[in-house]
């Protein structure tokens, strides 16, 4: 039933999580679980946006994050609609950081401030 499973059209991935953590425990996967779902959530994701964004992860992908990458998705192409169309959008004008982001500006302070 686990290799079955596919993400259904406008559920949410936390759902999808969920359901193959149900499913997979009794398929004999040991210690591999995660993994093994995190995969799975790759393989049938339904948005290929979002698919290449956790991709972008890398070993840093974990199932908690998962959920967290496709809300931020989801912002940005509402963001991306509402400019197309003209539409105002809650939040347009802000720029979604990453922890990669804030990790440089807090770099580029130390940095400041030892040259200041």
Not at 27 to 49: A, F, P
Not at 57 to 71: V, Y
Not at 74 to 92: D, H, N
Request: hydrophobic fraction near 25%; include cysteine.
């Amino acid at each position: 039933m686990f290799k079955q499973l596919q993400q259904k059209p406008n559920k949410p991935i936390q759902q999808f999580i969920t359901h193959l953590q149900n499913a997979v425990k009794d398929c004999g996967y040991g210690k591999d679980l995660e993994s093994h779902i995190q995969d799975k959530v790759l393989v049938k994701c339904n948005s290929s946006n979002i698919r290449r964004k956790l991709l972008e992860e890398g070993d840093a992908l974990t199932l908690k994050c998962t959920p967290e990458i496709e809300d931020r998705c989801e912002k940005v192409e509402s963001q991306m609609t509402g400019l197309a169309t003209g539409t105002k959008t809650e939040g347009i004008h802000s720029i979604v950081e990453t922890d990669a982001t804030k990790e440089r500006k807090r770099k580029k302070k130390q940095t400041e401030k030892q040259y200041a």
